[in-house]
């Protein structure tokens, strides 16, 4: 008799691991699988269209009411949609693995891209892309980064195709960039450029790493956009996820930057912390500085740690995942966040066109893609498999307690 009440205590011990071990798999499948149904909301019109080369043709280009020049951010918001979209989708394109139903989207999404590619930048091709100017220097960038990060692509592009990305960047280089988060983009074409075995320019890397290095370091985890600090999310949108990019490419080159890594680490990690903070408990965020209509792109720099495996201590991978799913749940619980043809509009929740700066078109929107790069990380990875976990924002207002926030003294 005793015997068999221990048996049955123990089978009940680990039926409920089990269980619970389940319900954890569940809703981390579930989280995947939502993420992953987003991803095709908001990037399957512009890929598809590309790689048809009728993106030009069927993609709707709506502009601010404050647009600064209509005829050229008209011509640049292709590559824009096209450019942004690659550099939040390019690690889940790089990826292996998933489910046999993930596994065939990626497949199908991999030869989307290599032809979106190929139209891009074959001047034959309808949808052949503007590459000279401002703008293009800025979503050429977005472009290139979504190449590094996405070694796959570039290995399957045929010769012919790789030697037509190499030309449209280098028309690049006859735009200076301006004296703001800009030198970035100059810095990270160069980056791709030396990531790929290709002859690049080491003084536009120096140039766009030293100055923020060395020059606009804030405090805090935070870098000044140029010469003036402005209270954005400009260290998420660009300068931390381009800096942490071409840092990596650098340092794996020669290590020039490794002087560098100790202090980077530590202001990327503040901000991170900053960043989850920064996430309310509904998934709503703080409406301040320009190009808010990026939506969930304000978290660029956090799904970049992320995606990394760099999170500090005090973040656990779960509660990212649980803060991030929220603001894409947010960011697009509207119905009016879309056209009825599936293209964003210009909003933070919804239709809201006044939130549009003179630089805001249909393209610039798909930065919210770059919130999407966990996906790179394999189904089977802790951000993925943890049980779901609040983020503090969530914790503190449902009445948990919480250590509180310090801030970051380098020296």
């Not at 996820?241 to 890594?261: C, D, F, H, T």
């Amino acid at each position: 008799m005793k015997f068999n009440v221990l048996l049955f205590v123990a089978f009940s011990l680990l039926l409920n691991t089990a269980l619970q071990s389940q319900t954890r798999k569940s809703a981390a499948t579930d989280d995947r699988k939502f993420w992953l149904s987003h991803l095709q909301r908001v990037s399957r019109p512009v890929l598809e269209n590309l790689a048809a080369d009728k993106l030009k043709e069927n993609m709707p280009v709506i502009l601010s009411d404050r647009i600064d020049n209509k005829t050229h951010r008209t011509q640049v918001a292709y590559l824009e949609a096209f450019g942004r979209t690659l550099s939040g989708i390019g690690p889940w394109l790089n990826a292996e693995g998933g489910s046999k139903e993930e596994q065939v989207l990626r497949n199908q999404y991999r030869q989307w891209t290599l032809q979106a590619i190929a139209n891009a930048v074959n001047p034959q091709a309808k949808d052949y892309m503007q590459w000279e100017g401002g703008q293009p220097l800025v979503d050429a960038s977005f472009f290139a980064l979504g190449l590094i990060r996405c070694p796959w692509l570039w290995e399957h592009l045929d010769k012919e195709v790789q030697q037509q990305v190499q030309t449209a960047l280098l028309a690049t280089r006859k735009t200076v960039p301006v004296y703001t988060n800009w030198i970035l983009f100059s810095g990270m074409i160069e980056a791709f450029f030396c990531k790929y075995g290709m002859e690049y320019d080491d003084v536009r890397i120096e140039y766009s790493i030293r100055e923020f290095a060395q020059h606009w370091y804030t405090g805090d985890g935070m870098y000044s956009d140029g010469m003036q600090f402005s209270l954005d999310y400009y260290n998420s949108y660009v300068i931390q996820p381009y800096m942490s990019a071409i840092l990596e490419v650098i340092n794996q080159k020669n290590g020039r930057y490794n002087w560098y890594k100790a202090d980077f680490t530590k202001i990327t990690q503040r901000y991170a912390e900053l960043q989850e903070r920064f996430v309310n408990a509904d998934g709503s965020f703080p409406v301040t500085g320009r190009s808010i209509t990026y939506r969930g792109g304000a978290f660029h720099h956090l799904a970049d740690v992320a995606y990394r495996k760099g999170l500090p201590s005090s973040l656990q991978p779960a509660q990212v995942r649980g803060a991030l799913t929220a603001v894409i749940r947010k960011t697009f619980e509207r119905p009016d966040s879309f056209t009825k043809d599936g293209w964003l509009t210009i909003g933070l929740y919804g239709n809201q066109p006044q939130l549009g700066d003179f630089y805001i078109t249909t393209g610039s929107l798909y930065l919210c893609a770059d919130i999407l790069l966990p996906l790179g990380l394999s189904p089977e990875d802790e951000f993925w498999v943890a049980k779901p976990a609040l983020w503090t924002s969530a914790k503190v207002w449902s009445g948990q307690d919480v250590p509180a926030d310090h801030a970051l003294h380098l020296k």
